[in-house]
């Protein structure tokens, strides 16, 4: 499966669990939509991913990515320690100068 850079980067960090690798994929100004919350700028994606990996354990595993310009949706097998794990997630993705500014994690 061919992914673009910052998803192949962000896939890797996440499964790692380097919440600051995983913040670096994204822009200064980047807005992340999950579990029905808002996190806006790196910072707070930061500190966003690295709870929910202290928290969920969560490791991604890709199964299909679509892209049209500079966007796309990942589906991926998502597993960890959270109810009904593993789950199907799609991670709707915007990428612009090689830095994604904006993700909406839906099921």
């Known amino acids: 499966m061919n992914l673009p850079p910052a998803v192949s980067a962000l896939v890797?960090?996440?499964n790692s669990f380097d919440s600051v690798t995983y913040a670096n994929c994204f822009s200064e100004t980047a807005v992340v939509y999950d579990?029905?919350?808002t996190h806006?700028?790196?910072k707070a994606i930061a500190l966003w991913?690295?709870?929910s990996n202290e928290k969920y354990q969560s490791v991604m595993?890709?199964?299909e990515y679509t892209g049209h310009g500079n966007s796309g949706?990942?589906?991926a097998e998502c597993s960890g320690t959270f109810p009904g794990s593993p789950i199907t997630l799609k991670f709707h993705f915007d990428i612009i100068?090689?830095?994604i500014q904006h993700l909406k994690v839906t099921s």
Request: hydrophobic residues 35%; aromatic residues 0%.
């Open 73 to 75: 949706v990942l589906s």
């Open 40 to 42: 806006r700028g790196r």
């Open 35 to 37: 579990e029905g919350k």
């Open 49 to 51: 991913i690295k709870a």
């Open 12 to 14: 890797a960090a996440q």
């Open 61 to 63: 595993k890709p199964l």
């Open 97 to 99: 100068d090689g830095q």
